[in-house]
């Protein structure tokens, strides 16, 4: 503002007068470049390649399934289950993460047939959403007798 | 009516001293020399290996390949050294936008390489290749051909002060972005941690620390982005802010995010403050480009 408004005599210092407006001019166009991005999606939901929103991270880890598995003793007792063990597969192998709803039923199947007939096995089991964790399934039944 | 004069000139002396600190600042080119060598290095790390020729021989593939290697090496031995930003930019901006959402290769797609892409651009509005350059190197030997003085190792700093707005615009939305429950509460995180980690057995005792992580990380960027640019908040946020992307490019696949944020923390700092560092790292005393206080 400085020299835009302090004036000099002769070209160049209209020269001058003239870059420094030029360069306030594209300073604030480029500035509103910036925060139009970020502004435009996440306070007007509008999506588009064309700006940069900044939400990093916003959609990894959605979809990720954890659960938990425990399996009744005979006297009764509910006690952890460890998938790996009971299906003999390696702990960093394809069992390590369960990747969908689909998944997770064909992982209990598995269990349930290694188990035996008669087996109650209880399975809690949350979705990651972009809200938090969605509750997929619960452990107040018997996921064997489904 | 007294009041609303004095307002008026207060906002009038705030507004002016921003413009000032905004388009009107002159100082050492050597900050924004060091941000051009460490991009054009950071453009390699990035791209180099996926640009070989022999990785894609189609003619677009070879033109880009091409127009990435000359330009970004015009960028790192500092030739025609904004125009080489211009150029390495818009190969960055090319690579973004056209590879990556209209042919399809996803991971060229992410912020890290927007933002090295827009930082070779805004790097351009500054005097980067008045030192640590070839052009350097020619402007001296032609003033000594001329029998003159060297000319000064200074310009115009508006192009830091875009690259403060942009990363002030990043940690800003960013922290926006998770200021919500499920941010908050830790879920997020924890999904993120099973996701690249834990596989789908959430572990014993994560609840806690993913509240407290995620708390921290957002009060984290709402301070980077309204304190770095402040000098007496710089001081407390500067270790934490490097510490803060030590830890993510140690633990996520950040690529070069991390690097090019710490690399344009140069940004912030007085650039003459910078040139004092420089020369007591040479043991030369006070720089020649300094001039006192600028910012």
């Known amino acids: 503002m400085a020299d835009i408004v302090s004036i000099g005599t002769g070209a160049e210092s209209a020269w001058r007068l003239s870059a420094g407006r030029l360069r306030l001019i594209a300073f604030t166009a480029l500035a509103a470049f910036m925060i139009a991005g970020p502004v435009a999606e996440q306070i007007f939901g509008v999506r588009t390649a064309l700006l940069r929103s900044w939400t990093m991270f916003s959609a990894i880890g959605l979809g990720v399934i954890d659960a938990s598995f425990e399996i009744r003793r005979p006297d009764g007792a509910l006690v952890p289950l460890d998938r790996f063990e009971m299906l003999g597969a390696p702990r960093n192998g394809g069992l390590k993460w369960i990747q969908s709803r689909e998944d997770l039923a064909s992982v209990i199947k598995r269990l349930c047939a290694v188990a035996g007939q008669g087996a109650d096995i209880r399975v809690r089991a949350r979705l990651g959403i972009r809200g938090g964790w969605q509750t997929i399934h619960t452990d107040d039944q018997n996921a064997c007798a489904d | ?295």
């Open chain 2, 1 to 295: 009516m007294i009041a609303d004069w004095r307002n008026w000139r207060s906002a009038s002396a705030w507004a002016a001293r921003f413009v000032g600190w905004a388009v009107e600042t002159e100082g050492s080119s050597r900050s924004s020399a060091l941000i051009r060598i460490g991009l054009a290095m950071l453009f390699w790390s990035r791209w180099a290996g996926e640009l070989l020729l022999y990785m894609d021989r189609s003619p677009a593939g070879l033109f880009l390949a091409a127009n990435f290697f000359v330009a970004t090496a015009l960028l790192f031995i500092g030739y025609h050294s904004r125009a080489a930003a211009v150029w390495a930019g818009a190969v960055g901006l090319a690579m973004y936008y056209y590879f990556g959402f209209q042919l399809g290769r996803e991971p060229w797609t992410h912020h890290h390489t927007y933002l090295l892409a827009v930082a070779a651009l805004l790097i351009a509005l500054t005097p980067c290749g008045r030192s640590y350059s070839l052009d350097r190197y020619l402007a001296v030997m032609h003033a000594e051909r001329m029998g003159g003085p060297p000319p000064a190792e200074r310009g115009n700093l508006w192009g830091l002060r875009l690259i403060v707005v942009q990363l002030s615009v990043l940690y800003f939305f960013a922290a926006f972005d998770k200021s919500n429950h499920a941010f908050l509460s830790g879920a997020r995180l924890e999904q993120i941690f099973l996701w690249y980690y834990a596989g789908s057995d959430y572990p014993a005792g994560l609840a806690w620390p993913a509240t407290m992580a995620s708390v921290a990380v957002v009060a984290l960027e709402y301070c980077l982005a309204l304190g770095l640019p402040f000098r007496r908040s710089r001081r407390f946020l500067v270790v934490p802010g490097l510490a803060f992307h030590a830890i993510l490019y140690l633990t996520l696949p950040v690529y070069t995010f991390s690097a090019t944020m710490a690399l344009l923390y140069l940004a912030y700092f007085d650039t003459d403050a910078v040139d004092e560092v420089i020369a007591r790292l040479h043991g030369t005393g006070p720089a020649p480009t300094a001039r006192g206080e600028v910012s």
